[in-house]
C-alpha cells in the first residue's frame, strides 16, 4: 500500500463518519472535520493521484452533503446573532439614560 493510497483510506474513512453523523454535527465537529482532512491531505499534495480519481471523485460528491450542513449551521449561527442583535437594540431602547434639566414641584395649597 502505498502512502497516497493509505492517507485516501484515512479521508474516505473520515468522511464516512462524518457523513454518518452529518445530522447531529455543530460547528465544532464540523471544524475539526476540515482541519483533519486538511492535515491528512497536505501529506500527499505532492503523490500522483490520478489511479485515486474515482474513490475521489466520490469522496467530493459527500463534500456536498457536508457543505450543506456547514450552510445550516451557519445559517442558524447568523439568525442567533441577530436575535441577539434585535434584543440588545431593544434593551437600549428601554434603558435610555434620561436627564432631567430641571424639576418642577407644584404646591397646592
Known amino acids: ?34 482541519f483533519e482532512r486538511e492535515r491528512l491531505l497536505a501529506e500527499i499534495k505532492e503523490e500522483p493521484l490520478a489511479e485515486y480519481e474515482p474513490r ?11 457543505g450543506a450542513r456547514m450552510m445550516v449551521v451557519k445559517e442558524e449561527a447568523q439568525k442567533a446573532i441577530d436575535k441577539f442583535q434585535t434584543a440588545d437594540k ?13 424639576v418642577l414641584f407644584n404646591r397646592r395649597k
Not at 90 to 102: E, G, I, N, P, R
Open 56 to 66: 475521489i471523485n466520490q469522496i467530493l460528491d459527500q463534500d456536498k452533503l457536508i
Open 1 to 34: 500500500m502505498s502512502k497516497a493510497e493509505g492517507i485516501l483510506l484515512q479521508v474516505e474513512a473520515l468522511t464516512y463518519q462524518m457523513v454518518q453523523n452529518l445530522e447531529f454535527a455543530d460547528y465544532h465537529d464540523l471544524s475539526e472535520f476540515v
Open 90 to 102: 431593544y434593551k437600549q431602547a428601554y434603558d435610555k439614560d434620561y436627564t432631567l434639566d430641571s
